[in-house]
């Protein structure tokens, strides 16, 4: 299974963790054929069994950067099936459109409000929240702050145009 992950609070090059670093940490932690997609912290990776490869790839970027840092994982056909959902799609470019991850096993998302500080949201599944803010309102509130309120638990956002250029380049490459 091809596995795309979302890695909560990093910047690649930053705090130590270069791109390389990054790939290394991956293919010691079993994940095979590691792609590093720009320097938010996105990664994906090939492994049959997720939980042997997660853990110690948690580990090993949590040693580099000093602190412990979940990377929230989906699987590639359910990013591409999003992609082609464009559950965003209601909203023009004058609304900052986001997706936030919680983790792939973290308990499902309960109720939500349509709205909260200006910042519309939106189920897209059990554990990922959508959110619409207007550009014009930079005070709205961002995705993950919103998550994480909302579910008690760590998430990772990422914009919408960053999921679609995953999305292509790792159909690309297949």
Same mark, same amino acid.
């Given at each position: %299974?091809? @596995?795309? &992950?979302?890695?909560? /609070?990093?910047?690649?090059?930053?705090?130590?963790?270069?791109? #390389?670093?990054?790939?290394?940490?991956?293919?010691?932690?079993? &994940? #095979?054929?590691? %792609?590093?997609?720009? $320097? !938010?912290? /996105?990664?994906?990776?090939?492994? #049959?069994?997720?939980?042997?490869?997660?853990?110690?790839?948690?580990? $090993?970027?949590?040693?580099?950067?000093?602190?412990? !840092?979940?990377? %929230?994982?989906?699987?590639?056909? @359910?990013?591409?099936?999003?992609?082609?959902?464009?559950?965003?799609?209601?909203?023009?470019?004058? @609304?900052?459109?986001?997706?936030?991850?919680?983790?792939?096993?973290?308990?499902?998302? &309960?109720?939500?409000?349509?709205?909260?500080? &200006? !910042?519309?949201?939106?189920?897209?599944?059990?554990?990922?929240?959508? !959110?619409?803010?207007?550009?014009?309102?930079?005070? $709205?509130?961002? $995705? /993950?702050?919103?998550?994480?309120?909302?579910?008690?638990?760590?998430?990772?956002?990422?914009? @919408?145009?960053?999921?679609?250029?995953?999305?292509?380049?790792?159909?690309?490459?297949?």
């Amino acid at each position: %299974m091809r @596995w795309i &992950g979302f890695i909560r /609070n990093v910047m690649i090059g930053r705090a130590g963790l270069h791109r #390389e670093i990054l790939l290394d940490a991956c293919r010691t932690a079993g &994940g #095979e054929d590691p %792609m590093s997609y720009l $320097a !938010t912290g /996105n990664l994906a990776f090939t492994a #049959e069994d997720l939980a042997t490869v997660l853990r110690p790839l948690e580990a $090993a970027i949590a040693g580099v950067v000093g602190r412990p !840092t979940p990377v %929230m994982v989906r699987e590639l056909p @359910w990013l591409v099936g999003l992609i082609e959902r464009a559950p965003l799609s209601a909203y023009d470019d004058s @609304w900052q459109t986001e997706i936030s991850f919680l983790a792939h096993d973290a308990a499902p998302l &309960g109720d939500l409000p349509a709205q909260l500080g &200006g !910042t519309a949201l939106i189920r897209i599944g059990p554990r990922e929240l959508g !959110t619409a803010r207007p550009r014009d309102k930079p005070r $709205a509130p961002h $995705a /993950n702050p919103l998550l994480e309120k909302l579910s008690g638990q760590r998430g990772s956002a990422r914009a @919408w145009s960053t999921l679609a250029r995953i999305a292509e380049r790792e159909q690309a490459r297949r």
